[in-house]
């Protein structure tokens, strides 16, 4: 059964580096979301992108972040210079009506 | 405002007891529905999905929901947990009814599973 993955499952990294957290959707899916969850708190939207480019953004996906479809398989979520603030789950998905998630990756921002 | 609501933050239940978690939406027009359940360290799994039609639905792993538009509710139950039903559940919605649109979440039910 196809799945989203998500690489790599955790990463640990300074304050103000920049970290690109990698995913690759399920194939004919036309539609990728990334996610976060802050440890202990509700999952939240943070983008939603089609066409190769970004159909919806939240509040929280401010000029610090962005993403990318470099090639055929990959979705890309770059944050430039990570805060502490950053520290979470993130989330990739990908589906139309019904979206399938990743396992995440794990961001630890020191 | 528009919303998602899980009443309950914590439900410890027996292992064979009944299980139901509860899950509200205020917005105009009935959104698409959904249950998502994460075992600890793990991703977002979807149990099962409301679009329109019987309000009864069955999902994954013995799990059903049921849609009451009266009450704007969408609670999952299960007859018998099992102690693998330990897992945080999520009830999310798509507000708007449309390929691509994002989903909210509600701020999810924590389940024990007593022996």
């Known amino acids: 059964e196809p799945e989203v993955t998500q690489t790599p499952s955790h990463q640990v990294t300074q304050m103000g580096q920049e970290v690109i957290l990698r995913c690759v959707p399920i194939s004919n899916h036309l539609y990728f979301y990334w996610y976060r969850q802050i440890l202990g708190q509700k999952v939240e939207f943070l983008v939603s992108f089609y066409n190769n480019e970004i159909s919806e953004k939240s509040e929280i996906f401010d000029d610090q972040f962005s993403v990318e479809r470099p090639d055929g398989s990959n979705f890309t979520l770059k944050i430039r210079s990570t805060k502490l603030e950053d520290s979470a789950m993130y989330f990739c998905?990908?589906?139309?009506?019904?979206?399938?998630f990743g396992p995440g990756t794990r961001l630890t921002v020191l | 405002a528009q919303s998602v609501t899980q009443p309950d933050i914590h439900i410890t239940v027996s292992e064979g007891a009944s299980l139901e978690l509860r899950c509200n939406y205020s917005?105009?027009?009935?959104?698409?529905l959904f249950w998502y359940v994460q075992s600890p360290g793990q991703g977002l799994q979807l149990l099962l999905k409301y679009f329109s039609g019987d309000t009864l639905v069955q999902g994954i792993k013995g799990f059903e929901a049921e849609f009451k538009r009266s009450q704007s509710s969408f609670n999952l139950r299960k007859p018998s947990v099992h102690w693998s039903d330990a897992a945080e559940y999520f009830c999310a919605v798509v507000p708007f009814k449309a390929a691509g649109n994002k989903l909210t979440f509600g701020g999810g039910t924590r389940v024990l599973v007593k022996p």
């Open positions: 998905a990908s589906g139309d009506n019904e979206q399938f």
């Open positions: 917005y105009g027009a009935t959104p698409y």
